[in-house]
């Protein structure tokens, strides 16, 4: 029999590509979850997944895509661990009888979510531990994303797995005094994973898998925790940036500063549910960093335009920001907003502040080039942006850097 025709063969790797990151964001985590509780066994699950996936990759863009791409995965996974665990008789006849679909509960998957975010791992761990299990990812793609070595996110996954089974971590929901501790480094997880979304660090210049990823993982937790205003405050800051993802790039492929956006390309009835959110969220009277942040969002979202930025608001929105959550980033944002409240000087003052903190941090510098060029000092807003160039590696921000030096 003779093989698919070349054009047939890109047809199909392009297709299978595209279907596969979907379905493996839809399904990895209920299969990873089928497959622990059936086992017991974190890593051998977490294993047999990928090994799924990865044998999809291969095989799908020849192949096509199956009827029921869920249950090939599925059976791929169970082959492999029937295979590989033929000495543990009793495990082997329930993996055997296991059989595809598992109805899986959101809080089955949410289980994974808490295993993987436990607080005894380190947070570098606990993201690539999320990445990979629930979210599906290789470790080719994780180190994709934040630019980092192959082996150095294998060699953190595989200590994370045995940290898991060495100290015991189960593979639950925390108890109810267990939760708060745990839902810290679970927003945390979800919030870093929106960031590296919303603009790659990595060799393009957004990934919007990964912020529908963040959502997911957030609509989720709102949905075990519906009261908790600092997972509503999350999600509303995810939706509220993704309403304006149609506007933030041109035909080009080049970044559209929220000052020179087509408001018009927002979504806004997107807007307003995620405003109406973060006004449930305040209801409880317990801000926090993430609500806060939300709150500055919609001010810039609910603008008619920049010229009505609502920047009295957004400074005093940063100073309680930087009461519950102090860092040198969040002043250098609310330096952005100083600026049309109190004038580019008082600004650059408070940029020049954070040097010994930001001097490496390439927005640091784009920042201090636009206050510099708004005072009349064009040469010293060229050696900055120039210094901001050397610092990003993100393909977006290098265009529009370079096109400032250029215009110097």
Same mark, same amino acid.
């Given at each position: 029999?003779?093989?698919?025709?070349?054009?047939?063969?890109?047809?199909?790797?392009?297709?299978?590509?595209?279907?596969?990151?979907?379905?493996?964001?839809?399904?990895?985590?209920?299969?990873?979850?089928?497959?622990?509780?059936?086992?017991?066994?974190?890593?051998?699950?977490?294993?047999?997944?990928?090994?799924?996936?990865?044998?999809?990759?291969?095989?799908?863009?020849?192949?096509?895509?199956?009827?029921?791409?869920?249950?090939?995965?599925?059976?791929?996974?169970?082959?492999?661990?029937?295979?590989?665990?033929?000495?543990?008789?009793?495990?082997?006849?329930?993996?055997?009888?296991?059989?595809?679909?598992?109805?899986?509960?959101?809080?089955?998957?949410?289980?994974?979510?808490?295993?993987?975010?436990?607080?005894?791992?380190?947070?570098?761990?606990?993201?690539?531990?999320?990445?990979?299990?629930?979210?599906?990812?290789?470790?080719?793609?994780?180190?994709?994303?934040?630019?980092?070595?192959?082996?150095?996110?294998?060699?953190?996954?595989?200590?994370?797995?045995?940290?898991?089974?060495?100290?015991?971590?189960?593979?639950?929901?925390?108890?109810?005094?267990?939760?708060?501790?745990?839902?810290?480094?679970?927003?945390?997880?979800?919030?870093?994973?929106?960031?590296?979304?919303?603009?790659?660090?990595?060799?393009?210049?957004?990934?919007?898998?990964?912020?529908?990823?963040?959502?997911?993982?957030?609509?989720?937790?709102?949905?075990?925790?519906?009261?908790?205003?600092?997972?509503?405050?999350?999600?509303?800051?995810?939706?509220?940036?993704?309403?304006?993802?149609?506007?933030?790039?041109?035909?080009?492929?080049?970044?559209?500063?929220?000052?020179?956006?087509?408001?018009?390309?927002?979504?806004?009835?997107?807007?307003?549910?995620?405003?109406?959110?973060?006004?449930?969220?305040?209801?409880?009277?317990?801000?926090?960093?993430?609500?806060?942040?939300?709150?500055?969002?919609?001010?810039?979202?609910?603008?008619?335009?920049?010229?009505?930025?609502?920047?009295?608001?957004?400074?005093? $929105?940063? +100073?309680? *920001?930087? %009461?519950?959550?102090?860092?040198?980033? #969040? =002043?250098?944002?609310?330096?952005? !907003? &100083?600026?049309?409240?109190?004038?580019?000087?008082?600004?650059?003052?408070?940029?020049?502040? $954070?040097? +010994?903190? *930001?001097? %490496?941090?390439?927005?640091?510098?784009? #920042? =201090?080039?636009?206050?510099?060029? !708004? &005072?009349?000092?064009?040469?010293?807003?060229?050696?900055?942006?120039?210094?901001?160039?050397? $610092?990003?590696?993100?393909?977006?921000?290098?265009?529009?850097?370079?096109?400032?030096?250029?215009?110097?």
């Amino acid at each position: 029999m003779t093989g698919p025709s070349h054009d047939r063969v890109d047809a199909l790797t392009t297709t299978s590509t595209r279907e596969l990151e979907r379905i493996v964001r839809e399904h990895a985590g209920r299969l990873a979850t089928a497959l622990v509780r059936i086992t017991g066994d974190f890593a051998a699950a977490e294993d047999l997944v990928q090994e799924a996936v990865l044998a999809a990759l291969q095989r799908w863009p020849t192949e096509g895509v199956p009827e029921r791409p869920d249950a090939w995965l599925f059976t791929v996974a169970r082959n492999r661990g029937l295979d590989a665990l033929r000495r543990e008789s009793n495990y082997r006849t329930k993996l055997a009888q296991l059989q595809w679909p598992v109805q899986t509960e959101s809080d089955e998957r949410l289980r994974l979510i808490f295993t993987c975010c436990h607080p005894a791992l380190p947070r570098a761990a606990q993201i690539a531990l999320t990445l990979r299990v629930v979210c599906g990812f290789t470790t080719a793609q994780i180190a994709r994303a934040f630019l980092i070595p192959e082996k150095t996110v294998a060699q953190r996954i595989t200590r994370a797995k045995r940290k898991i089974m060495d100290a015991g971590i189960p593979y639950r929901l925390p108890d109810p005094d267990e939760l708060n501790a745990r839902l810290r480094e679970v927003l945390g997880v979800i919030y870093l994973l929106l960031n590296e979304g919303y603009l790659s660090t990595a060799n393009q210049t957004e990934s919007r898998d990964l912020v529908d990823d963040a959502e997911w993982l957030a609509s989720q937790l709102h949905g075990l925790m519906p009261t908790e205003p600092e997972v509503a405050g999350l999600l509303a800051l995810i939706q509220l940036h993704r309403a304006r993802a149609d506007a933030r790039f041109d035909g080009d492929g080049d970044l559209v500063l929220l000052e020179d956006q087509n408001r018009a390309h927002w979504n806004h009835g997107a807007i307003a549910d995620a405003t109406a959110l973060l006004g449930r969220a305040a209801e409880h009277h317990r801000p926090g960093p993430y609500q806060l942040q939300a709150a500055i969002v919609a001010c810039h979202a609910e603008a008619a335009d920049w010229a009505h930025t609502d920047w009295e608001q957004i400074v005093l $929105l940063y +100073d309680m *920001l930087l %009461h519950l959550a102090p860092s040198p980033l #969040t =002043r250098l944002h609310r330096c952005v !907003a &100083l600026r049309y409240t109190a004038g580019p000087q008082a600004a650059l003052a408070e940029v020049d502040a $954070l040097s +010994d903190a *930001l001097d %490496h941090y390439h927005l640091y510098h784009a #920042t =201090r080039a636009e206050l510099l060029r !708004a &005072l009349g000092h064009p040469s010293e807003a060229r050696a900055a942006d120039q210094r901001a160039l050397a $610092l990003t590696t993100n393909p977006a921000e290098q265009a529009i850097l370079q096109r400032r030096i250029n215009a110097s």
